[in-house]
């Protein structure tokens, strides 16, 4: 399993990062011109909104299973950490065990039925709001960071279910700085 999460981790660090941040990078640089554009010059292309909308939200979607790695993602941690220091240390990481396999069986749901959708928006030719480019590739990329991020849901359940058992396995070098808890 170390083996797997390596390349998973390096999988992210080297080819998905990178990616993530050409996609998120072109459209500030878009957004940019445009607002030149727009307020030295007094014009605009009417496609520019929706590039930039769509191509951040993409780029979004695909940071999330990264974050999710490092353990960086939102998420509301005081009941849990409240049970680990009140109760037992062991009722805090079942309660985050059942957090987790209950967001990786939403995922799963999530991108099956994304992949559905997807197939749909593409089969019925669905443009976005400018009716400049088609809209099924973002249902595609959505899809694709969900189904990511439960791999990376995948990993940190098998990493808090060795935890129960007193073993500390899949470790985020990192993660200890960006922790807040």
């Known amino acids: ?17 990178p990616i993530t941040a050409l996609v998120f990078l072109g459209p500030i640089i878009l957004a940019c011109i445009e607002v030149v554009r727009r307020y030295l010059f007094g014009v605009s292309w009417d496609w520019q909104q929706d590039v930039v909308t769509y191509f951040i939200l993409s780029a979004t979607y695909l940071f999330f299973p990264i974050t999710q790695r490092q353990d960086m993602h939102l998420h509301v941690s005081l009941f ?3 049970l680990s220091r009140k109760v037992h240390p062991i009722a805090g990481h079942a309660m985050n065990l059942l957090a987790q396999m209950v967001s990786t069986l939403y995922l799963g749901y999530f991108t099956i039925y994304g992949l559905k959708m ?22 595609l990329i959505l899809t694709v960071g969900m ?14 279910i060795q935890a129960m058992r007193g073993k500390e396995v899949l470790v985020e070098e990192a993660a200890s700085a960006h922790s807040t808890d």
């Open 1 to 17: 399993m170390e083996k797997a999460y390596q390349y998973w981790k390096s999988f992210q660090d080297r080819f998905m990062a």
């Open 147 to 160: 189904g990511f991020m439960l791999i990376s849901f995948l990993f940190q359940i098998y990493r808090e």
């Open 118 to 139: 997807t197939h749909n928006t593409y089969a019925t030719g669905r443009l976005v709001l400018s009716q400049s480019m088609v809209f099924w590739p973002f249902f």
């Open 80 to 82: 849990i950490n409240l």
